[in-house]
T-cell receptor, first 110, second 115 residues
Framework: RKEVEQDPGPFNVPEGATVAFNCTYS??????FFWYRQDCRKEPKLLMS???SGNEDGRFTAQLNRASQYISLLIRDSKLSDSATYLC???????????FGKGTTLSVSS | GAVVSQHPSWVICKSGTSVKIECRSL??????MFWYRQFPKQSLMLMAT?????????EQGVEKDKFLINHASLTLSTLTVTSAHPEDSSFYIC???????????FGDGTRLSIL
């Protein structure tokens, strides 16, 4: 099982749609979880941390299920500018580094 | 927000050249800096982790003599790709963190092309 697995997509949705991305991780000892966004040929940018109780930031909602080792990201009311690759990130066993998934590509069209 | 600057952003060199990439945290002290490589349509692959004042920890399969890392201060880390060859062509990105389990903030990345 890969350390961090994501559905690569692409997800093609119209503006205004709600879209959800899923991610599973293999290390049950992981303590830190993040979603990053990466635009084409650019560096990743932190979108949001993921907390055990779930958290929301505007149109973005992140959920964590430790029992299932599953993380999700929900985007409501998609905008054209949301088109990017979304990276699921967890820390490694030692807690010293972050492990990145391959990313899920989202394309929002008008 | 945290700002990490990486320089240069694009390098084109002949085979055999050594290339040095700088990574600076501009508004915070970075206990740890990380170096990644990303090939097209692939995920970020961690190359090494460097803590200020100590030797870098390299991931399996990454040659430490090929990729020299120096982390001389809490705001600067450098990666030198020695005697670069075409297969070293990639997108190299650094990141900096205030501490373990903290989010990493990325530099703009360096696109390295070896002819």
């Amino acid at each position: 099982r890969k350390e961090v697995e994501q559905d690569p997509g692409p997800f093609n949705v119209p503006e205004g749609a709600t879209v959800a991305f899923n991610c599973t991780y293999s290390n049950s000892a992981s303590q830190s979880f993040f979603w990053y966004r990466q635009d084409c040929r650019k560096e990743p940018k932190l979108l949001m941390s993921v907390y055990s109780s779930g958290n929301e930031d505007g149109r973005f909602t992140a959920q964590l299920n430790r029992a299932s080792q599953y993380i999700s990201l929900l985007i409501r009311d998609s905008k054209l500018s949301d088109s990017a690759t979304y990276l699921c990130v967890v820390n490694n066993q030692a807690g010293t580094a972050l492990i990145f998934g391959k990313g899920t590509t989202l394309s929002v069209s008008s | 927000g945290a700002v990490v600057s990486q320089h240069p952003s694009w390098v084109i060199c002949k085979s055999g050249t050594s290339v040095k990439i700088e990574c600076r945290s501009l508004d915070f002290q970075a206990t740890t800096m990380f170096w990644y490589r990303q090939f097209p349509k692939q995920s970020l692959m961690l190359m090494a982790t460097s803590n200020e004042g100590s030797k870098a920890t390299y991931e399996q399969g990454v040659e430490k003599d090929k990729f020299l890392i120096n982390h001389a201060s809490l705001t600067l880390s450098t990666l030198t790709v020695t005697s670069a060859h075409p297969e070293d062509s990639s997108f190299y990105i650094c990141s900096a963190s205030r501490g373990s389990n903290q989010p990493q903030h990325f530099g703009d990345g360096t696109r390295l092309s070896i002819l």
